[in-house]
Nanobody
């Protein structure tokens, strides 16, 4: 069974940076697509960034050029580096993993970590 544990959220001023981490257990890096989602109050959950099993990365238009998704294979950890944060980036951020390709859907989810930008 796959477990995802997130960290790195917090409060930051506009223009600041945060790096979110997601440690996977019961999981081998490369076994499936992984990605980040976020949800702000009153809005639907939004795909922020994901990385497919062939290495292809996809970003929401709103974060292109500011956010970077990456993995550390040795640590079984997924990262989201967030730069030049804006108030509209505020929300609950979730790490997610698919069993295989992203197109197959995400099967596992982290607990969420709050990001607040003021």
């Amino acid at each position: 069974h796959v477990q995802l544990v997130e960290s790195g959220g917090g409060s930051v001023q506009a223009g600041g940076s945060l790096r979110l981490s997601c440690v996977a257990s019961g999981y081998t890096d490369g076994s499936g697509c992984m990605g980040w989602f976020r949800q702000a109050p009153g809005l639907e959950r939004e795909a922020v960034a994901h990385r497919d099993i062939d290495g292809t990365t996809t970003y929401a238009d709103s974060v292109k050029g500011r956010f970077t998704i990456s993995k550390d294979n040795a640590k079984n950890t997924l990262y989201l580096q967030m730069l030049s944060l804006k108030p509209e980036d505020t929300g609950m951020y979730y790490c997610a993993a698919a069993s295989w390709w992203c197109s197959g859907g995400f099967d596992y989810w982290g607990q969420g970590t709050q990001v607040t930008v003021s």
